[in-house]
């Protein structure tokens, strides 16, 4: 399957996330939430182009998380909003799944904390010998694409201020927001950065 590179449009944005997941709780249906959220200018853009960019990219993160976890995320702690965003961006954008839990669980598991901007390019020449769709990206696409992901990871807590483009930690998730994880499949803990030892079955 090739990697969807389009969600440049928007980092987390986890209150806009909310947003979202409030109106599709409302109406119970995605298209009905787009025009809602359009006709209102529920994102608040000052563009009609901009926001039919981010409402279509968060609302295809948000299609991809179970009823409990979008109830979550509509009524969650700023903690567990950007965690609920997180995981809507991990299961919706391969490529920052996979950059997550290969590359950073790796550099944790190597006591290795610092992410080096080496680490993103070596992700990226590898995962372009199988996703050929990489290696056409521009020196510009290339860029953006890296500044949305660490925007991402940072929002997540994921990454934390620090030497080179900053420090890998893993978030500490509360009891609801591994409650949904785990009731829709544990192996989304790998995007928290959460080892294989401490995944049930997997």
């Not at 969650?76 to 799944?97: M, N, P």
């Not at 500490?172 to 080892?195: E, Q």
Request: proline residues 4%.
């Amino acid at each position: 399957m090739s990697y969807s590179l389009g969600f440049t449009a928007a980092s987390l944005r986890p209150e806009l996330a909310r947003i979202v997941a409030e109106c599709y709780l409302a109406t119970g249906n995605w298209d009905l939430t787009k025009d809602r959220i359009l006709s209102s200018n529920a994102l608040q853009c000052q563009s009609a182009n901009s926001a039919i960019r981010l409402e279509r990219e968060l609302r295809q993160r948000l299609r991809t998380l179970t009823h409990d976890q979008v109830s979550l995320l509509a009524r969650a702690t700023a903690e567990d909003r950007g965690a609920i965003s997180w995981l809507a961006a991990c299961k919706h954008i391969q490529f920052v799944f996979e950059f997550a839990s290969e590359v950073l669980r790796d550099k944790l598991a190597l006591l290795d904390p610092v992410l080096r901007l080496s680490d993103y390019e070596t992700y990226v020449e590898n995962k372009a010998l199988v996703h050929p769709e990489l290696t056409g990206l521009t020196p510009s696409s290339n860029g953006k694409i890296r500044r949305v992901l660490l925007r991402m990871l940072s929002e997540a807590g994921l990454l934390v201020s620090g030497t080179a483009l900053g420090a890998v930690e893993r978030p500490v998730l509360s009891p609801s927001v591994i409650g949904v994880i785990t009731a829709d499949s544990p192996s989304w803990l790998a995007g928290f950065l959460v080892p294989d030892t401490e995944i049930p079955f997997r």
